[in-house]
């Protein structure tokens, strides 16, 4: 990504807070500090600078330890005087070799994000379409047919997607090539998900209700 330098306020010393997070799952990452050369290399280059305090000079993250930070979203805040940085991570973030430099000592240094927070982009789609009804819409002719018509849907991708496992798990048992296989699976999933978040919206209920249904039963286990 690159792009023209927004209008930052930078502090006394030269420097703007940069907060980076995970464009795949929004987790935070770090915290460190951009002048206006480390913001005008990572807009250009697309990959991620800042300014190092202790060193007092440019610093490309990932120099060193090849972990580099590729930029993919720059926001600023309210006042101009803090950014924040969406960044896709190669590697480990933080230099004791944890994902994020917010995680305790001796967590997994390869857990990855898995994108959930596209979902919010997809979701914010459907309750646009729900509200909006506008034509020629496959979301909201789905809708419109009421909760026996998206039901059927939903059952109909499930069975698919079970379906597209147990051909997934032959493909392996006979050590044949499971490319196809894989990505059917891939996308009935993907199908199945659309549906269900549709049968939510026709329902009136949100994803939300469904996580916080899922944080409370994995506090219990």
Known sequence: MTGSAP????????????????VADGRVLMLAWMDAAALEATLATGEV????????RLWRKGETSGNVLRLRGLAIDCDADALLVSAEPVGPTCHRGTRSCFDS???????????FAWLETLWSTIASRAAERPKGSYTADLLAGGVDVVARKVAEEATEVVLAAKDDATAEVSDADRATTRQRLVEETADLLYHLLVMLAERGSTPGDVTGALRERHGST
């Open 7 to 22: 209008d930052v306020r930078f502090g006394t010393d030269g420097l703007v807070p940069a907060i980076v997070q995970d």
């Open 105 to 115: 000592d001796g967590a997994p240094a390869n857990r990855e994000g898995q994108g």
């Open 49 to 56: 600078h800042f300014h190092s305090r202790s060193r007092d």
